[in-house]
T-cell receptor
Framework: GENVGLHLPTLSVQEGDNSIINCAYS??????FIWYKQESGKGPQFIID?????DKRQGQRVTVLLNKTVKHLSLQIAATQPGDSAVYFC???????????????FGKGTKLSVIP | DTGVSQDPRHKITKRGQNVTFRCDPI?????LYWYRQTLGQGPEFLTY????????KSRLLSDRFSAERPKGSFSTLEIQRTEQGDSAMYLC?????????????FGSGTRLTVV
């Protein structure tokens, strides 16, 4: 079936370096994507989103890139800090452009560990 | 309180028992969602309410599961005759109808362990 998934289950980076977390999706009808951060014992927290009519969007220290040709999404974190250590999920909302429910389909997650 | 509140945080129950979880959304949010998350996986959608109406249910929501939102405010999720496979984190989220996903706020979840 169609799903949202991640290439790498774990990622370790040195504090101050940039991090790149990747996500592949297979539902070509998806038109809205979100990155979430989940710390231990907490619910997912919104980081940044992007619509399919864009290929790049920047936030504070984060950038999301969307490549619709290869159905690939990435999250770049600049100057990674210890507080960025968490599990990161990409999620898909296929109903965003219509009268959808904002139901989200999540990938499996990548654990980011920041080495001080 | 400005967040989504879930109670209890942890629940251990014996197989075959019934359990009920509660979610209090952000007060002005009219949409409420339940998700299930197993270890190492992303959350999976279970069901969604707009005000008191349950508008979508996942196939994951078997007949042992029931959710209610009687007054359009708090919601309950009940699991009857629990099975070991029901062990998971149950997450609640809420949002306003016209917001994008950045208004989609998750609670910290109820961790269920069925022994």
């Amino acid at each position: 079936g169609e799903n949202v998934g991640l290439h790498l289950p774990t990622l370790s980076v040195q504090e101050g370096d940039n991090s790149i977390i990747n996500c592949a999706y297979s539902n070509s009808a998806s038109d809205y994507f979100i990155w979430y951060k989940q710390e231990s014992g907490k619910g997912p927290q919104f980081i940044i989103d992007i619509r399919s009519n864009m290929d790049k969007r920047q936030g504070q220290r984060v950038t999301v890139l969307l490549n619709k040709t290869v159905k690939h999404l990435s999250l770049q974190i600049a100057a990674t800090q210890p507080g960025d250590s968490a599990v990161y999920f990409c999620a898909e909302n296929p109903s965003y452009s219509g009268a959808g429910s904002y139901q989200l389909t999540f990938g499996k997650g990548t654990k980011l560990s920041v080495i001080p | 309180d400005t967040g989504v509140s879930q109670d209890p945080r942890h629940k251990i129950t014996k197989r075959g028992q019934n359990v009920t979880f509660r979610c209090d959304p952000i007060s002005e949010h009219n949409r409420l969602y339940w998700y299930r998350q197993t270890l190492g996986q992303g959350p999976e959608f279970l069901t969604y309410f707009q005000n008191e109406a349950q508008l979508e249910k996942s196939r994951l929501l078997s007949d042992r599961f029931s959710a209610e939102r009687p007054k359009g405010s708090f919601s309950t999720l009940e699991i009857q005759r629990t099975e070991q496979g029901d062990s998971a984190m149950y997450l609640c989220a809420s949002s306003l109808k016209r917001q994008g996903a950045d208004g989609y706020t998750f609670g910290s979840g109820t961790r269920l362990t069925v022994v």
